[in-house]
């Protein structure tokens, strides 16, 4: 099995439809693992009969504990895990293999993503950058997307590199610690592979995401707190030389919508921007 993605679900019905579509027609050898935990929106009505995923209904202790139980059932060589309101752009996992069969020593890569509204609008792009410690602890903020991040199956079974389920909002930056604090081999996959959908109610936004943000970055040295302005001053820098605020040539998307889930839409970007206005 070259691909093991996991989806954390909960009263989702309606994005989860458009997710498993877009990990479906990837066109390579893959298993979608949805682990519900135990929703009564419908989703426990027709997730068991949708032959394009295996699905998993139990009582979780909050997103991350859910992509940890879909990663102990996992078969493949690379992980991910995408969240219900997040979709693979079109060619995404057959990039991915061929990135990861081209950097044999790279255990995580990290590509770009598209920000867009609940239609599919295009509001913004995510460009990614290599994590730094630092900025990572204390911006509030990372250089990544995690639907746009893909790892092998060892930094898990072997160097146990599990997501910290006592922490329902910041533990990908938890992670991104631990990879940083392990050494773990990086790199970036210069390739748009995912759509963010900002819903108006992510999770990053909610008061509890906004408390665990404050806690994590309360932990820091106050030597590092008080350095977070330089920090972030010096991640945009490295954001310009890496041409992540260049203008760029209009482009186009393909996604699944709400008003078509069983065909992509394609959408025109015609002012492409680094700028996540909400």
């Known amino acids: ?6 989806t954390p679900s909960f009263r989702n019905s309606d994005w989860l439809k458009l997710c498993i579509a877009s990990v479906a027609d990837q066109g390579v050898e893959s298993e979608h693992i949805v682990q519900d935990a ?3 929106d419908g989703t426990q009505e027709w997730l068991p009969h949708d032959p394009r995923v295996t699905a998993f209904f139990e009582k979780d202790r909050g997103m991350y504990d859910a992509v940890n139980r879909g990663f102990r059932r996992a078969k493949g060589e690379i992980l991910a895990y995408i969240n219900c309101d997040e979709q693979y752009l079109p060619g995404t996992l057959p990039a991915v293999w061929e990135f990861f069969q081209s950097h044999p020593k790279v255990e995580v890569a990290f590509a770009h ?3 867009i509204g609940p239609d599919g609008d295009y509001r913004c792009e995510r460009r990614a950058c290599l994590p730094g410690r630092w900025h990572s602890w204390v911006s509030g903020s990372l250089a990544i997307l995690t639907a746009a991040t893909f790892y ?3 930094l898990i079974t072997d160097r146990g590199l599990w997501f910290d389920a006592d922490h329902r909002d910041v533990s990908d930056a938890l992670w991104v610690l631990k990879l940083i604090e392990n050494r773990v081999s990086m790199a970036v996959l210069d390739r748009f592979t995912s759509a963010f959908t900002d819903t108006g109610d992510n999770m990053n936004l909610r008061p509890n995401a906004v408390r665990e ?3 994590l970055f309360g932990r820091a040295p106050v030597w590092l707190r008080r350095s977070r302005p330089l920090l972030v ?3 945009r820098l490295r954001r310009l030389l890496a041409g992540h605020y260049r203008r760029r040539a209009p482009y186009d998307y393909a996604i699944y919508t709400k008003a078509s889930p069983k065909a992509r839409t394609t959408f025109h970007a015609a002012q492409p921007t680094f700028r996540w206005v909400r």
């Open 1 to 6: 099995m070259r691909f093991s993605i996991i």
């Open 233 to 235: 001053a010096h991640f």
């Open 213 to 215: 943000k404050a806690e």
């Open 113 to 115: 993503s598209i920000v």
């Open 38 to 40: 135990c929703s009564d």
């Open 152 to 154: 092998r199956r060892s």
